[in-house]
């Protein structure tokens, strides 16, 4: 059993800002992984940083971690016209992604924020959440939550779909944004190079939100397929900021040598984000290879 200590000394290295931000990150996965009250407290302390790229993982970690004493924090962080859009939007999936109904009027609320990414995010957590509510009323077989990437998803796959049928449902802006996500996730989860290059097709969808999650998702997949996409969605230099940034983590995930090459073009890029990403995908890049060729491996 992890103790007080051992897990305050892994906080300490998270909220350290002298500290390389890779080694900060390393710490913050550490303690989504050790999960209780004090890792909580420890990645909330963190929100006072001034990386907008930290913030939004520790958004995203508290979320991923499904525990509803993360609520008081990310409420905070929602409501925080002073943070940043992408940090704001994590929170409110987060607090999708916890799944509490205590949090259903909140996420109402900013579902009419002004920034809009944080609005949609908003809308798509009350989607979700009243998902949850019914879906015990459902009496079919779809098991729509059956998820390989055993991440907690800001909605569910679509079911019984072909990949065609799929992308035709992605990339129509006429239809609800919860809709079209969940087509997005069934066609992650299919897994295939035809369900990557409709996800890469996504990427020139109008809502930055909607392309930053493609990002995120075709970084789970890490299939070579989306390296083209990816790579033109990072050398955009009119792309919004977070959605280049899910574009060289997910470069960084899939790890080939032009992943490397394009990551290393913009360890200098102008936009913070964009250049702490690459830094982050670089060290996570290496990680990986350093895993699959050391011995025992």
């Known amino acids: 059993m992890t103790s007080v200590q051992q897990v305050a ?63 008081p924090t990310l409420t905070d962080v929602l409501k925080d016209s002073l943070q ?8 409110g999936e987060a607090l999708g992604a916890i799944g ?19 609005a949609e995010t908003c809308q798509l957590a009350v989607r979700r959440l009243e998902w949850l509510q019914t879906r015990e009323k459902q009496i079919d077989d779809q098991s729509p939550d059956q998820n390989p990437y055993r991440s907690v998803d800001p909605a ?8 065609s049928e799929l992308r035709s449902i992605l990339l129509d802006e006429s239809l609800p944004l919860f809709e079209r996500y969940r087509a997005m996730f069934a066609l992650r989860n299919l897994g295939s190079e035809e369900a990557v290059l409709a996800l890469g097709d996504g990427l020139q969808c109008s809502s930055a939100l909607f392309r930053h999650e493609i990002g995120y998702v075709l970084g789970q997949m890490q299939h070579p397929a989306a390296v083209p996409a990816l790579c033109a969605a990072l050398e955009r230099s009119s792309e919004n900021p977070m959605v280049r940034h899910e574009a060289a983590e997910a ?38 290879n350093i895993m699959t060729t050391s011995p025992g491996c």
């Open 9 to 71: 000394a892994v906080g300490q290295v998270l909220t350290n800002p002298g500290l390389d931000l890779t080694r900060r990150f390393r710490a913050l996965f550490t303690l989504k992984n050790l999960g209780g009250a004090e890792a909580i407290e420890w990645i909330s302390k963190a929100f006072t940083d001034d990386s907008a790229l930290l913030k939004h993982e520790l958004a995203y970690c508290l979320g991923q971690m499904q525990d509803r004493r993360a609520i």
């Open 84 to 91: 940043e859009p992408m940090v704001r939007h994590e929170a």
């Open 100 to 118: 509490d109904p205590v949090v259903l009027d909140l996420l109402k609320e900013y579902s009419q924020d002004p920034v809009i990414e944080v």
């Open 156 to 163: 569910p796959p679509a079911v019984r779909k072909s990949a």
């Open 251 to 288: 470069l960084g995930s899939i790890g080939k040598e032009e992943c490397l090459a394009m990551l290393q073009q913009f360890l200098g890029d102008r936009e913070r984000i964009v250049k702490e990403s690459c830094e982050v995908a670089l060290d996570m890049l290496e990680y990986e």
